[in-house]
């Protein structure tokens, strides 16, 4: 069984930083971070598979934010760099067992298991 539990969020000024952690217990082929604004759909943020090193990022955070993992730790990270009001959302860990291609990372409906989520608070 897969258990997924993030950590990290908070409320931060714009131009900070932050980093969500997701401790995953049992086995994953792919990992990803999704988050959810009030009122709007989840969107899929980063994702990478546990064997490789190819990340995918969506449009709106590809360079300044970062996904890697920690094998040994068995937990995988978002840094969050340069945070914008937009980026204001409850972010989601999300893992399936499958080794996920690029095309499916983007897409919620392809992960089996969901943390719990945590909220990222961008303001002045």
């Known amino acids: 069984q897969v258990q997924l539990v993030e950590s990290g969020g908070g409320l931060v000024q714009p131009g900070d930083s932050l980093r969500l952690s997701c401790a995953l217990s049992?086995?994953?082929?792919?990992m990803g971070w999704f988050r959810q604004a009030p009122g709007k759909e989840r969107e899929f943020v980063a994702a990478?598979?546990?064997?490789?090193?190819?990340?995918n990022y969506s449009s709106s955070v590809k360079g300044r934010f970062t996904i890697s993992k920690d094998k040994a730790k068995k937990t995988l990270y978002l840094q969050m760099n340069n945070l914008k009001p937009e980026d204001t959302a409850v972010y989601y860990c999300?893992?399936?067992?499958?080794?996920?291609?690029?095309?499916?990372?983007?897409?919620?409906?392809?992960?089996?298991?969901w943390g719990q989520g945590t909220q990222v608070t961008v303001s002045s």
């Open positions: 999300a893992a399936d067992a499958a080794n996920l291609i690029a095309s499916s990372q983007w897409s919620a409906g392809s992960y089996a298991y």
């Open positions: 049992g086995r994953a082929g792919a």
């Open positions: 990478v598979r546990w064997s490789d090193n190819s990340p």
